[in-house]
């Protein structure tokens, strides 16, 4: 399979610091070409023979406004780890509610934007229950849990112009870990 041809933003890029915006219906055919080419290039990084191939960073989630897009458009692909991959196309989420119990990723949670080591954890719901859309205009209601619910909000948060470095506390990056649940 050859690569998609993705570039990704560096977090200095002052268009991660903005919000993205609502997007409008029907998508292009080059549009909903490029969200499967992200959902590739997702799956091919996370193959890790491929990524060091091609010098990929692996990565289970990529808002557009990382590719230069400011259009509220994300996807996420879990490896199942059965050679399949679960994907995502999300367009114009909303959380609807979610869970009580925060959570967070023990080894620290990455972005293919931040290209550096970043120390401190952050806080995020266990389940969330989202309203979007799929690159078809078709409205759907889904439930996340755990690595994927952290995937979820960590995109959703890039779609208001925020970087997951943004929300770690300088002075205390472990803050209240002790009330959250590890991943």
Do not use: W
């Amino acid at each position: 399979m050859k690569i998609p041809d993705i570039k990704i933003l560096n977090e200095v890029d002052p268009r991660l610091h903005k919000v993205s915006k609502e997007v409008t219906f029907p998508l292009s055919e080059e549009k909903i070409k490029l969200i499967h080419d992200c959902l590739d290039y997702l799956e091919l990084s996370q193959n890790e023979e491929i990524a060091k191939k091609y010098d990929l960073r692996a990565g289970m989630g990529l808002s557009f406004c990382q590719i230069g897009i400011l259009e509220r458009i994300f996807v996420v692909s879990e490896d199942n780890q059965d050679g399949t991959f679960g994907r995502y196309v999300v367009i114009n989420p909303k959380m609807i509610s979610h869970s009580e119990e925060e959570i967070f990723v023990g080894e620290g949670e990455g972005c293919l934007s931040v290209e550096r080591p970043v120390e401190g954890i952050v806080p995020r719901y266990a389940r969330i229950k989202v309203k979007a859309y799929n690159e078809y205009g078709e409205e759907y209601i889904i439930r996340v849990r755990e690595d994927i619910a952290v995937a979820f909000q960590h995109e959703m948060d890039h779609l208001d112009g925020i970087l997951f470095v943004d929300k770690i506390d300088p002075k205390n990056p472990y803050k209240n870990r002790d009330n959250m649940r590890e991943i």
